[in-house]
């Protein structure tokens, strides 16, 4: 029965700050590791600060004033512009920059892409892809829809005046707030002129940069339990897959607890657009899943002013899947339950920890593992390298986000293997439940640094400690695996 086999697959990651990788399904090969779920590493409480880049990249900035965390010509505007003898241009301040958000804003609710197209000023690629991203972003349905001005981050540089604009957007039915997308705007003013868009990319890591309608043309299905985000063209692959996601995800909200949402926004993409999303050069691997958190909205500016201040703890959650890889698990028809990749992924997007609270990695990937993978006999090839790999060495959980998702490949496969085989041996020895309630549980406490809370939690359920767990688990690998 049958695997596919030959295909290296990949993991998904959770990314540090916000994403969380999965692996891929069936296959003599797995290569898991690839990203951090965002998830994955705990949301680190970033609180209400926004997030400021410290420096401007680049070279954008020679001379002009320091960028502030308000953004500020340091110049309130006078009768007459300012001409920059840097630019030649009028720099922007932040007053200028809440009037642009505000006339984008119009442009984007009125849904009428000339108004928009009409904001920027550069070549054909620029143009073209920002029409790309303008039905995009119609196209997704949406309760939030919105352009916000967040700073300026230089307002003299040869290139024009440097800011941030924030897409605020809450994707119907799937995000319980706006989430917060940041993009790094240039803008020329001409004296006597208005100011025009000329640049228009992400910013930095953790800016929810870029998302899927920045890269292609999209095509949009909404179902019961999903929003799918593809691009066009791959109307047939989507159909095709389409019900081996919806089987997964009615399973995980089955089975955990779905949260204040009713769908999944999930991405599909090719490799290149699933890297580029990932946004982590660092990793070990090439992801065949990621799932991803974005800061969620907390506070706009007031009308006139700049400024969007993020929260953490109140995000969204985004999967994306490598499309070219899905459908090579269709061979024998759609996978029972649904796919693997997505099961995993869905794990990650409905349990989110508590905030503030660090449990180890382990808990958060070998959960997702172990759900998504635990009906496929895979796994057990899996362990058996875990086991026969120590070399008689005792068996320790791994315990650092570079065995999961920077190593390498090999250092990966063993890490989520591990972890997702204390759940396996939590499911043998109590059941379903009890195995699935110790994962979400372990999520929710400060397992890393102090295990008091662990211990307390895993003693009502099984009357281990967590350190009893993990020399069980050993014990047990070993007399099964070895
Ligand atoms: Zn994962």
Known sequence: MGCVTGRRRTAHLALPLALALTLGGCGTVVDWPAR?????????????????????????RTDGPAPTTEGSTGKEPTEEPVVSKVSGLVPLGREDLADLAAELDRALTS????????????????????RRWFRGVQAVPMDVREI???????????????????????????????????YRVTVQRPPGGEPRITRMAGQDRQDGHPQLWDLQALAVTVTDDLVVLAPQGRESDVAAVLPGLESATANVFLDFDEGPR???????????????????????VDPAGVAMTSAGLAERPERGEVGVTYSRDEHVDRIVLDLDLLPGDLTFGTPPGGFGLMRHEGVHAVVDGAPGVRPPVWVWEGLAQWYGFRRDYVLDDAYRAVVTGSSGQPLELPDSFDDYYYDSPEAGDLAYASSAMVFTFLEQRFGFETAR?????????????????????????????LEGLEQEWAAWALASYG
């Open 262 to 284: 009713d769908r999944l926004v999930v991405q599909l993409a090719d490799a290149d657009d699933l890297r580029a999303i990932t946004d982590d050069q660092e990793l070990a």
């Open 437 to 465: 309630d110790a994962g979400v549980g372990l999520t929710q406490v400060d397992g890393w640094v102090d295990t008091s809370d662990a211990d307390a939690l895993l003693g009502r359920l099984t009357g281990m400690t």
């Open 36 to 60: 951090v779920p965002e998830a994955t590493v705990p949301p680190e409480a970033v609180g209400s600060a926004p997030q400021v880049p410290a420096a401007v990249d680049e070279g954008l």
């Open 111 to 130: 849904g009428d892409e000339e108004e928009w197209i009409a904001f920027f000023d550069g070549d054909e690629d620029l143009l073209e892809q920002q």
């Open 148 to 182: 916000l001005p967040e700073t300026v981050v230089s307002s003299d540089t040869p290139e024009g005046t440097v800011v941030q604009l924030v897409l605020a957007h809450q994707i119907s039915g799937a995000d319980p707030v706006p989430a917060v997308e940041t």
